[in-house]
């Protein structure tokens, strides 16, 4: 009860914040959705323009390809926690720059101290470089890394495979290996 209390907490920050420029083009912020119990949490880079209209984090394409990648290994989206390291959309979809990051980093950091998840996957260069620093995911993906006491999971970003059927095949990969992961803790 009390950790859907905070959650609303949470998500009424994100959605009356105006830290950064972005709110001033947002039709919706988008906070995270799913199992407060999670122990699994996905994080992503942004919300697109489906997610902006609707509020809802990857409720576009690159939720579809993500969500069925995990159906198929037995993940169904109840049992997870997903959310972006950004709230609102960047107009254009550009990537988000240092400050909004910055400025916007304070309620991934609530939502990840709430859920308390087994482990974070983090998918695609935004998140990675925002929550370990780190670059290059294409070259470290399908780690897994203990850092801080968490443990967090390095994949590609289910968006850049759309037009790349290789990056698919290695998300997909990736996907299960993770799941391997999980059965193991
Ligand atoms: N890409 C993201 O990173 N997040 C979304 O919510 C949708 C697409």
Redesign the pocket.
């Known amino acids: 009860m009390k950790k859907k209390m905070n959650i609303n907490k949470i998500n009424n920050q994100i959605t009356s914040c105006t830290q950064c420029i972005l709110h001033k083009h947002r039709k919706n912020a ?1 906070p995270g959705i799913g199992n407060i119990c999670a122990e699994i949490m996905m994080i ?5 323009i ?2 902006d209209e609707l509020g809802l ?4 394409r ?2 579809h390809i993500l969500y069925d990648i995990l159906m198929d290994n037995g993940i169904p989206k109840s049992s997870l926690y997903i959310t ?1 390291v950004i709230k609102c959309r960047p107009p254009k979809n550009r990537i988000p720059n240092k400050k909004e990051i910055n400025e916007c980093k304070i309620y991934l950091m609530r939502e990840i101290n709430l859920i308390k998840p087994k482990i974070i996957c983090i ?2 260069n935004i998140a990675y470089s925002t929550i370990l620093g780190g670059k290059n995911i294409i070259k470290n993906r399908g780690r897994l890394v203990f850092h801080d006491n968490q443990r967090y999971f390095l994949t590609i ?3 850049a495979t759309i037009y790349n059927k290789n990056l698919f095949v290695l998300l997909k990969n990736d996907i299960q290996t993770l799941c391997e992961f999980i059965s193991k803790y």
Do not use: I, R
């Not at 992503?44 to 697109?48: Q, S, V, W």
């Not at 984090?57 to 576009?60: A, E, H, K, L």
């Open positions: 988008v992503g880079e942004a919300p697109g489906y997610e984090p990857f409720v576009g690159a939720g972006n998918m695609g970003h289910p968006a």
